[in-house]
């Protein structure tokens, strides 16, 4: 059969999406699947179904991670080539953040197998426990704990923001296995990119060749609070005025950066926070992301230098999350441009600027991702959309590129 | 007598300053003595009490303000020179904002009346009603009442924060008078600096020669909430970074002008407020102040061609309030620094950047006023503090200066 003849079941993945994003709604409609609670549990278990539908075996492993596989008995020794994400969620979200590139990674195993063509390695789809991290820390656990970042035991002491533990959690819903899966030959996710640069350059396409390094911290500055009519401007020791001076420095310098930085002031607070009374303390927090670990070291070092010369106010500085910048794998991103540019669609290279679990597979497999466009850049969201004609257009992208790896 | 073998009786004063300070302490022994408060009734009474051990006539107006007179045969047909200030506190007070110039003031006319000496127009000290505005909005509310700034309707129809007309509370309390009072020759303001010019400088004396404008704005800015991670800098609406923008600029304008501005941004919040996504609006507060009038718009208007330019965001400008500088009467001040001298003081001409009943006086009568140091420009906190020798001496100063006027 030729390249071009094969496609995925577009109406079967479209018809899951839409039916994975109906489980998990609260009694305002939100969609709150968060990971080992009961609504995450009929998730599980609707994705279960379609696996075993497709003749996949289930395997599910201490985590809570849940394994698809299709395995002959002519390629079982060999490393699986993996896809996968995720299928938990935060509070109000979308429909397609995660659960696309796990559906999308089910429908491209199905088609390959209704093919009946015969991979040189097994094709696996993963969905990772706890991606979101919004009801237990660290986000992307499952991934992590799979890829050896954290132990197992670390995992299931995780607590959760309602007090209880993962691994009692992961018990009362039924996912805490005891399966062991394989170290992958190569793990490719397919995701909406969360931002907005393919829909804003009209690209269908991103073959996503490197993940942006986080530094997170929290800042407070400590000045002294004094009358804003009587005291002159020489004589303050403003922490207000030394936030905003703080937050421009960063800003321009992320402007004016070459490899991509962004920096990002979500949150502030002034104390005590009255119109006539000079900030006696600011405290906000910066999200500084880098492509180049190198950059983002020198970033952080101008920022630092920046707080120690500020005069009359002292600096905290509290780190909240650090993690370097992921190079994926070259040969893989040179896959995912070819097979869709041979789809005839157009395709960039680019960085993703959120996390994913392809970052914590990447430190045991090569590893790539597919974005395809996120109308507005808008996602963890009620209002994320990606167009259908995308969504198609990615799963036979990834289709593609898992049958040149595992099957020509 | 000589003027240098007159003076104030300080154990008086500064006893009755304590005396004062005792009354209206709540429960955690914090100074509350809010407007037409029952507090508010026990300092008035106290007050009129040691007016009347001076031989003193009291009379209470419309809107509650208290007048203690010294009137002869000789001088009733003169307009008098008015002393005075306010007794009212705001929240966990101090013991001089206020209670100073008005105990000060009473000081003053008894010394005068004890030394014999016979001035050519009535003397007056007054405390008016509601200067610190905690409770009942506008603050000033009893100078500008006398003033005609408002009638004395608005005044008694203004409602508290706990929902209480000051008319009956006014009632309630004994304080609804119905007396008239002249408009002043002159008046004078004794008060505690409320900032930290005169203490850095060394100086005993200030004498004021103005009042800074006041310009108090609400900004909202409006952006657009992305991704932190995924949105990059050239495309974003960060209202948060445009807030900080505005800041800096305000700031750097503030620190370069030569004629005494100052800036404030007090208040500030960012929406959401989450760490990772872009503020999609900031709101914040300016308080700018001026002496200069002409400076004062163009900072205004400054600061409006800066909001107008800032680009993909909508700006709101909500004006919370607006006062033109007060010029206080020359020759007053002129009389208040050859009076320092001649006490043998250090003295300065300066700005006042708190707002002064002798503001709303300088509409009807030729006005300035006398500060003595405030430690640490600490006011409106229970560390409020000004040493003995300094309230002795600028108490001093306002008799040397009284009798200047009214006597040789």
Same mark, same amino acid.
């Given at each position: 059969?030729?390249?071009?003849?094969?496609?995925?079941?577009?109406?079967?993945?479209?018809?899951?999406?839409?039916?994975?994003?109906?489980?998990?709604?609260?009694?305002?409609?939100?969609?709150?699947?968060?990971? %080992?609670?009961?609504?995450?549990?009929?998730?599980?278990?609707?994705? !279960?179904?379609?696996?075993?539908?497709?003749?996949?075996?289930?395997?599910?492993?201490?985590?809570?991670?849940?394994?698809?596989?299709?395995?002959?008995?002519?390629?079982?020794?060999?490393?699986?080539?993996?896809?996968?994400?995720?299928?938990?969620?935060?509070?109000?979200?979308?429909?397609?953040?995660?659960?696309?590139?796990?559906?999308?990674?089910?429908?491209?195993?199905?088609?390959?197998?209704?093919?009946?063509?015969?991979?040189? $390695?097994?094709?696996?789809?993963?969905?990772?426990?706890?991606?979101?991290?919004?009801?237990?820390?660290?986000?992307?656990?499952?991934?992590?704990?799979?890829?050896?970042?954290?132990?197992?035991?670390?995992?299931?002491?995780?607590?959760?923001?309602?007090?209880?533990?993962?691994?009692?959690?992961?018990?009362?819903?039924?996912?805490?296995?005891?399966?062991?899966?394989?170290?992958?030959?190569?793990?490719?996710?397919?995701?909406?990119?969360?931002? =907005? !640069?393919?829909?804003?350059?009209?690209?269908?396409?991103?073959? *996503?060749?490197?993940?942006?390094?986080?530094?997170?911290?929290?800042?407070?500055?400590?000045? !002294?609070?004094?009358?804003?009519?009587?005291? =002159?401007?020489?004589?303050?020791?403003?922490?207000?005025?030394?936030? %905003?001076?703080?937050?421009?420095?960063?800003?321009?310098?992320?402007?004016?950066?070459?490899?991509?930085?962004?920096?990002? *002031?979500?949150?502030?607070?002034?104390?005590?926070?009255?119109?006539?009374?000079?900030?006696?303390?600011?405290?906000?927090?910066?999200?500084?992301?880098?492509?180049?670990?190198?950059?983002?070291?020198?970033?952080?070092?101008?920022?630092?230098?920046?707080?120690?010369?500020?005069?009359?106010?002292?600096?905290?500085?509290?780190?909240?999350?650090?993690?370097?910048?992921?190079?994926?794998?070259?040969?893989?991103?040179?896959?995912?441009?070819?097979?869709?540019?041979?789809?005839?669609?157009?395709? $960039?290279?680019?960085?993703?600027?959120?996390?994913?679990?392809?970052?914590?597979?990447?430190?045991?497999? =090569?590893?790539?991702?597919?974005?395809? =466009?996120?109308?507005?850049?808008?996602?963890?969201?009620?209002?994320?959309?990606?167009?259908?004609?995308?969504?198609?257009?990615?799963?036979? *992208?990834?289709?593609?590129? *898992?049958?040149?790896?595992?099957?020509?």
């Amino acid at each position: 059969m030729a390249l071009s003849n094969l496609a995925i079941d577009s109406d079967r993945l479209l018809s899951r999406l839409k039916q994975l994003g109906e489980i998990g709604r609260d009694g305002d409609g939100r969609l709150v699947r968060l990971a %080992a609670s009961d609504a995450d549990k009929a998730g599980r278990d609707r994705f !279960v179904a379609w696996a075993r539908e497709a003749g996949l075996a289930v395997k599910v492993d201490r985590v809570g991670n849940i394994f698809a596989l299709w395995t002959e008995s002519e390629n079982a020794h060999e490393a699986p080539l993996m896809l996968g994400s995720h299928i938990d969620t935060v509070i109000d979200a979308g429909i397609y953040d995660g659960c696309y590139g796990v559906l999308a990674g089910l429908e491209v195993i199905a088609t390959l197998k209704e093919a009946r063509l015969t991979p040189k $390695r097994p094709l696996v789809v993963a969905a990772f426990t706890n991606e979101e991290g919004v009801r237990f820390s660290p986000d992307m656990m499952g991934s992590l704990a799979f890829a050896g970042g954290i132990t197992v035991d670390e995992a299931l002491a995780a607590r959760g923001t309602d007090g209880k533990l993962l691994g009692e959690e992961l018990a009362r819903i039924g996912y805490a296995g005891s399966d062991d899966v394989a170290r992958p030959a190569a793990y490719i996710e397919l995701h909406i990119e969360q931002g =907005p !640069v393919l829909e804003r350059e009209g690209i269908a396409i991103g073959a *996503v060749e490197n993940l942006q390094g986080i530094s997170w911290q929290r800042i407070t500055l400590e000045g !002294v609070a004094n009358h804003a009519g009587t005291t =002159p401007m020489a004589m303050r020791h403003d922490a207000g005025f030394a936030a %905003a001076s703080v937050i421009t420095f960063l800003y321009e310098r992320a402007k004016a950066s070459a490899s991509g930085t962004v920096a990002t *002031v979500g949150t502030i607070a002034f104390e005590p926070n009255a119109i006539n009374v000079i900030p006696a303390r600011s405290i906000f927090t910066i999200d500084l992301r880098d492509p180049d670990e190198t950059s983002l070291k020198s970033h952080e070092q101008a920022l630092a230098d920046y707080l120690n010369a500020l005069e009359g106010i002292t600096v905290s500085v509290e780190r909240l999350a650090r993690f370097e910048p992921v190079i994926f794998d070259q040969g893989l991103v040179r896959e995912i441009g070819a097979a869709a540019k041979a789809r005839g669609h157009t395709v $960039r290279r680019m960085t993703s600027g959120a996390g994913h679990d392809a970052q914590m597979l990447a430190r045991i497999a =090569p590893a790539a991702m597919i974005f395809v =466009p996120s109308i507005g850049g808008i996602s963890h969201n009620p209002k994320e959309f990606t167009p259908d004609a995308d969504l198609i257009a990615g799963a036979n *992208v990834l289709l593609d590129v *898992v049958r040149t790896l595992s099957i020509r």
